[in-house]
Structures are given as structure tokens and as C-alpha cells.
């Protein structure tokens, strides 16, 4: 199983970036998928998560700014950047915890990608 995230770049403040993230391989079902972040000198911090049957949950500091959606049939997940603050800075990784095709459960990170919103 692989975790493909892409999307990330340099954008200014106030401006948008879409992540998206596509699990591949074998893969049986997909319980929650979300979204890390790492800033330097920090620890890692959920930013959102969204599990297979509704519902998302956000970090307080990018509620109303970030949306976090997913397509089921192309085990991807993604997360809409808006209104983006130099503070969002870090690199952003994706997670999927999913079950495989032999009923093993385990949870999978992708590579992280890198958005630094200038000021």
C-alpha cells in the first residue's frame, strides 16, 4: 500500500492550495484518511480527518478556512487551503488507516509535502 500527496508549493498570504493524496495498492476498505502537519521545531499536529462514513473533524486554527473531502471510489483524500497564513507553513503529510486485502489493519503516511505561505 502507497500513499501518493501532491499540491503543495509557495503561495502568498490569503491565497488557496488544494492537497490531494491517492492510496494505491491492496487495499480492501479505508476507515479514517486526514491530514498532518509538521512546521520546523514543532510536532506534528492534526489538521483534519474524515471518516469513511461522513463527518470531519478540523484543528481550532484552520476551521472555516480548510475543507477536508474525500472520493471513496478513487481512495483519495483531499484538503482545500483557503484565506492561508504564514503560520500554516509546514510540511503536510496525509494518513489512511485502512484495512488490506489480507484483513490486517494499519494506518499509512504519505511522503508530506511542502506549503509555505509567504507574508
Known amino acids: 500500500v502507497q500513499l501518493q500527496a501532491s499540491g503543495g508549493g509557495l503561495v502568498q498570504a490569503g491565497g488557496s492550495l488544494r492537497l490531494s493524496c491517492a492510496a494505491s495498492g491492496s487495499i480492501f476498505s479505508i476507515n479514517d484518511m486526514g491530514w498532518y502537519r509538521q512546521a520546523p521545531g514543532k510536532q506534528r499536529e492534526l489538521v483534519a480527518t474524515?471518516?469513511?462514513?461522513?463527518?470531519?473533524n478540523y484543528l481550532d486554527s484552520v476551521k472555516g478556512r480548510f475543507t477536508i473531502s474525500r472520493d471513496n471510489g478513487k481512495n483519495t483524500v483531499y484538503l482545500q487551503m483557503n484565506s492561508l497564513k504564514p503560520e500554516d507553513t509546514a510540511v503536510y503529510y496525509c494518513?489512511?488507516?485502512?484495512?488490506?486485502?489480507?484483513?490486517?489493519?494499519?494506518?499509512?503516511w504519505g511522503q508530506g509535502t511542502q506549503v509555505t505561505v509567504s507574508s
Open positions: 494518513h489512511a488507516d485502512l484495512l488490506d486485502t489480507g484483513l490486517v489493519r494499519n494506518v499509512y
Open positions: 474524515i471518516p469513511s462514513g461522513g463527518g470531519t
